[in-house]
Structure formats: C-alpha cells, structure tokens
C-alpha cells in the first residue's frame, strides 16, 4: 500500500504530519481508524484537499511505514 518511493518522503506521527500539512509539503496522509478521535477530527479538519487513506489500526499503519511500534498517522511529502 505504501510503494518504495513513498516510503523515502514518509514521515511518521502526529506531530510530523500536522507540520507538513500546515507547511503544505504533504501530499498523501495515512490514518488509523483506531487513533483517537481527537487527532482524527485534527487531521481531518487540516487535511483539505490532500489524499487521505484509511488503515484499519495503528498496530497495521506502523507495519507499513516499517517500524516496530504503533503509529496513529504518517504522511509522504513532497
């Protein structure tokens, strides 16, 4: 889900991805539907018209970026 060339522009977490929205360097945003609500509406609400993908859980989204611990969001980057 996550293609190579993806994977050298992602950046991982909450606080990364809010960044690169606001800074409009992000392109594509990842979210777990198991984040909490409160980061879910915060994403939501900056993410207007950038590409928004939905993984099932936190646990699945670390997988795909390749790290060994949950993460709630990540985002690729210009």
């Known amino acids: ?6 994977k050298a522009n992602l ?3 909450y606080k990364q991805v809010c ?3 606001k ?3 992000c392109k594509k945003i990842f979210i777990a539907d198991d984040c909490s609500a409160n980061m879910f509406e915060n994403i ?4 207007d018209g950038i590409e928004v ?4 859980t ?3 989204l ?3 970026c390749g790290i060994d611990v949950s993460a709630s969001c990540a985002a690729v980057t210009f």
Do not use: C, F, P
């Open 58 to 60: 936190m646990r699945a």
């Open 44 to 47: 939501a609400a900056l993410s």
């Open 62 to 64: 670390g997988e795909l």
């Open 19 to 21: 960044k690169s929205i």
């Open 53 to 56: 993908v939905h993984i099932d």
């Open 23 to 25: 800074n409009k360097t």
């Open 11 to 13: 950046i991982v977490g």
């Open 1 to 6: 889900m996550i293609s190579s060339e993806e």
